[in-house]
């Protein structure tokens, strides 16, 4: 393996004896289900290596606290090049004591020790070596008069774990077009978490969104409730079953929301990975249509050679694209730069709003990054911009 291609990790502190190959096991698994050969593009260092960092490629690193006297001087080193680190304790209380000083100012993570479970702290590390994108959402789709009382519990749970968690009742303004929005989300999320319970299939508005996740290519995560079909299966589906002692009145059980939220967390990299590559592979197929070559590149974008000579840098955007996905591209390709000619933006903008359609088209005409939307990559790549 060449560190020119590595995705760097540093697990640090004197708890990663304890932790550390835990963590290096859970995103190697993270990263065969993303797919793209990640897995043997991952560098895991440890503190005596840190000098050997390769400072052109993204890395991350993770100190797990315990006593804070450990791998100072490799703390500083990384701080010194603006490397993130991740301090991770058992228990925020005494996080002082458990991390070096010069970690006192980063927001801490706290992890039960006592579960093998690492999901979520995978799930951070991806965002920061940029293998899954910081914005996490989340479509909770349920039949109101059955699982109420759940879908508002799941959607405390998991604004808590950081996701933006769409739930019809509360997350369409009012006056808005309820369809048309409910669309625009569902194709700006990660996962959609289904309430399978016995009477969700009898609404339209649940067999719609069911619909449109899987035209959309969303991953599906069913939480299926005692009693109902555990053989009825839904293309591109997770399963969670739960029994009658999951539940404590008309809520879960603590432990459940947990299995919920940590079964979530694994299926988001798929799903990502999944929709990163369909965008790939549909702009590598339509540039051949007008006789370019096409190079994927370590850095997960794609290089494409036109017949005139030309270099387009292809950058996948899983999702709805905004402003922020314009900024990184143009800084990653700057203009007149090496690595190419000239960025685009490549997206999906199956059931997009039309009014977030005319803003991509307003700032494809004020900024050097260009938008392309998936289904005109040939029209787009043979009539230049």
């Known amino acids: 393996m060449s560190p020119a291609t590595s995705y760097q990790l540093i697990i640090l502190g004197s708890g990663a004896a304890e932790f550390g190959a835990r963590l290096e096991a859970d995103l190697r698994a993270r990263l065969r289900d993303i797919g793209d050969h990640l897995e043997d593009d991952l560098r895991v260092l440890r503190p005596a290596e840190v000098s050997s960092l390769t400072r052109t490629m993204p890395a991350v690193a993770v100190y797990f606290g315990g006593d804070g006297s ?131 299939l009898d609404s339209r508005w649940t067999q719609f969104e069911l619909a449109e996740a899987s035209a959309m290519g969303v991953g599906l995560l069913r939480v299926v409730w005692p009693g109902v079909d555990r053989v009825r299966k839904a293309e591109l589906a997770e399963h969670v079953y739960l029994d009658h002692p999951h539940f404590v009145g008309d809520q879960l059980t603590a432990d459940a929301v947990k299995m919920i939220g940590s079964a979530a967390e694994k299926l988001r990299a798929r799903c990502i990975g999944a929709r990163h590559t369909n965008l790939v592979e549909e702009f590598c197929d339509a540039a051949a249509q007008v006789g370019a070559k096409t190079a994927v590149q370590p850095g997960r974008y794609v290089l494409a050679l036109m017949p005139d000579g030309r270099r387009i840098a292809a950058i996948p955007a899983v999702g709805v694209p905004d402003a922020r996905h314009y900024h990184e591209a143009s800084a990653r390709f700057p203009a007149g730069g090496d690595l190419a000619d000239e960025a685009v933006l490549l997206y999906n903008d199956s059931g997009m709003l039309a009014s977030w359609r005319q803003f991509l088209d307003w700032l494809d005409n004020h900024l050097p990054v260009r938008g392309m939307r998936v289904t005109e990559t040939a029209t787009s790549l043979g009539n230049g911009r």
């Not at 070596?129 to 998991?158: C, E, G, I, M, N």
């Not at 604004?159 to 989300?185: C, E, I, N």
């Not at 289904?194 to 969700?200: A, G, I, K, Q, S």
């Open 70 to 200: 450990a791998d100072v001087d490799a703390v500083d080193q990384l701080l010194r090049h603006s490397i993130p680190i991740l301090p991770v304790v058992g228990d925020l209380e005494g996080y002082a004591a458990k991390t070096p000083s010069s970690l006192h100012g980063v927001n801490g993570t706290a992890i039960d020790t006592g579960t093998a479970d690492l999901s979520a702290l995978v799930s951070v590390v991806l965002e920061n070596l940029s293998l899954l994108r910081r914005t996490r959402r989340l479509f909770l789709s349920y039949f109101r008069k059955d699982s109420t009382p759940v879908a508002h519990q799941l959607r405390v749970a998991f604004d808590d774990a950081g996701y933006d968690t769409f739930l019809d009742t509360s997350s369409v303004p009012k006056g808005d077009d309820f369809q048309s929005v409910l669309t625009h989300r569902l194709l700006d999320s990660d996962v959609m978490v289904v309430l399978d319970t016995e009477h969700f």
